[in-house]
């Protein structure tokens, strides 16, 4: 059987716990607590495939307290700041500075058609990757098909929000299939293919609700319930895809949800739902 295990580099989203400055109840937990109440931004690491997912500001730091020894390739699920802010990890990672010639690490990246066309729009994405290619840093390629990678074939295909990509990997000689969303599942419907993965990885998504207690944490009226999928959406949505185990991550601080709150929370999806759950933390290893 192929080996595959997720280390959860960074469980944050767009906003890391603690906040700079932020002296909310959470964030000062983060801070007197550390892991598992700090998180960084989001990034993923799938062993066995040895596949990096996203760099968020805070990738050096997560890349080099990891258990990674070898990136075989550099995934982007879309060109938001919280996913690219870090991408400098591959310079300062791969950049031999001593020797001459130098013997640089040079780390393939695959964009997904529509992220290729974001990063040249947005935020200098493009140019600063060929900046870095032309440091024979990395090397950028279009991941238009399927990719075999340790034992697994890993596609990437866009969800409902048509710039964000999901990846799925697939067992080469056995049956097993792990779903990994990174963010933005607005409006996705599962498509019945994917019911019954073995593992998925999704956005915990906007609490518009607190979880446990009921009472409203955001406006009706937010233009943010418009562009983005909501906590309770997003239940719905594993309620079609039925994974044997979900994991979510891309866990906001504005929510305030500590980790207490979220174990309970699991604890009470697993009972009223039958699922096996749990809220991803920064360092965590989750074996197939
Ligand atoms: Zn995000
Ligand atoms: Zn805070």
């Known amino acids: ?151 697994w074939q890993v596609t990437a295909f866009p969800l409902a929000e048509s710039y964000v990509y999901a990846f799925l990997f697939q067992e080469l000689d056995g049956h097993r299939r792990v779903l990994i969303a990174m963010d933005e599942l607005l409006g996705w419907t599962p498509p019945p293919a994917l019911a019954g993965v073995e593992l998925a990885v999704l956005p915990a998504g906007v609490f518009e609700f607190h979880p446990l207690t009921g009472r409203r944490l955001i406006p009706a009226d937010h233009p943010v319930l418009q562009t983005e999928a909501t906590f309770r959406q997003t239940l719905a949505m594993v309620e079609q895809l039925r994974p044997q185990r979900l994991i979510f991550a891309h866990l906001e601080e504005p929510f305030g949800l500590t980790p207490p709150e979220l174990e309970r929370l699991a604890e009470d999806l697993g009972r009223q739902r039958g699922w096996d759950v749990t809220f991803a933390y920064d360092t965590l290893m989750v074996e197939l």
């Open 1 to 151: 059987m192929a080996q595959l295990a997720l280390e959860f580099l960074g469980t944050g989203g767009a906003f890391r716990t603690p906040r700079p400055g932020c002296q909310c109840a959470l964030c000062q937990g983060a801070r007197e607590h550390g892991i598992p109440w700090e998180r960084t931004g989001p990034s993923l690491f799938v062993h066995g495939p040895d596949v990096l997912i996203d760099t968020p500001e805070e990738s050096c730091l997560q890349v080099d307290r990891s258990r990674i020894r070898h990136i075989a390739a550099g995934f982007y699920s879309h060109w938001h700041p919280d996913h690219t802010a870090g991408r400098r990890m591959y310079e300062t990672r791969n950049w031999d500075a001593l020797r001459w010639p130098p013997q640089n690490t040079c780390t393939p990246i695959y964009l997904p058609p529509q992220v290729a066309a974001d990063f040249e729009t947005y935020l200098g994405l493009a140019e600063n990757f060929r900046y870095l290619e032309s440091r024979g840093l990395v090397k950028v390629h279009p991941f238009d098909g399927p990719l075999t990678l340790g034992g």
